[in-house]
């Protein structure tokens, strides 16, 4: 079974910096794939980003980007510039060669202070 | 816009009532999922179909009973619901192929926030 980790507390960053969220994954399988989601306090779920687990290259989309580390079994998303409409819950989660289920983490509580 | 609609946004029931919820997708998809999410909780996946049929069902209580008439649609019927069970429903789709890679990605409609009463 897979198991994703997001252990951070809940974060204030200021308006316009950088923030990483951090991310592990627990899985046997050598194909998955990665990704993360938004949830602003209307509850729905936005995709941001993706990572495939053979991808030499890190994924990067806008102000999103994902450090994957293969062999730390890590995929932490790094936002850039932030603006208040970034905050929200954002959730890890992972997906198997094959396989319907997509495990998320617990999620992590992000709040963008001008 | 995701292409994924919820409807409806907010429910209040008793234990004794039933509800449905309705979930529509307008992205060509051929797999729909339930979640639920419970408060300090992972999201749980509930039911999976692909092509319209039921691939997955992880052990859920007979009282939520799920229909997919056609690719488009899906529905979560609730019957006799207890207080444990109010928490937000989503929907996802996603489009499937054989020999996937996991990378299909999976787009959520906006939820449904159920009270059990």
């Known amino acids: 079974a897979q198991k994703i980790t997001q252990t951070q507390p809940g974060m204030f960053v200021q308006e316009k910096e950088a923030v990483t969220l951090d991310c592990t994954y627990d899985t046997s399988d050598q194909s998955y794939g990665l990704f993360w989601y938004k949830q602003p306090s209307s509850g729905e779920m936005i995709f941001l980003i993706y990572q495939g687990s053979y991808d030499e290259k890190n994924a990067t989309e806008g102000r999103y980007s994902l450090n994957f580390q293969k062999a730390r079994k890590s995929a932490n998303l790094v936002i850039s510039a932030s603006q208040l409409g970034d905050s929200a819950m954002y959730f890890c989660a992972m997906r198997v060669y094959g396989n319907n289920r997509l495990a998320f983490g617990k999620g992590n509580q992000v709040v963008v202070i001008p | 816009e995701t292409g994924v609609t919820q409807t409806p946004r907010h429910l209040v029931m008793g234990m004794t009532n039933k509800k449905s919820l309705k979930c529509e997708q307008h992205?060509?998809?051929?797999?729909m999922y339930w979640y639920k999410q419970s408060a300090k909780k992972p999201l749980e996946l509930m039911f999976v179909?692909?092509?319209?049929?039921?691939?997955e069902n992880n052990s859920v209580p007979s009282r939520f009973s799920p229909e997919c008439p056609n690719s488009s649609h899906l529905f979560l019927h609730l019957h006799t619901l207890q207080p444990e069970d109010s928490a937000l429903y989503l929907c996802?789709?996603?489009?499937?192929?054989?020999?996937?890679?996991?990378?299909?990605?999976?787009?959520f409609g906006p939820g449904t926030r159920l009270l059990v009463l």
């Open positions: 992205l060509g998809h051929n797999a």
């Open positions: 996802a789709s996603s489009q499937d192929r054989i020999g996937t890679s996991g990378q299909e990605t999976q787009y």
């Open positions: 179909y692909s092509l319209e049929e039921r691939v």
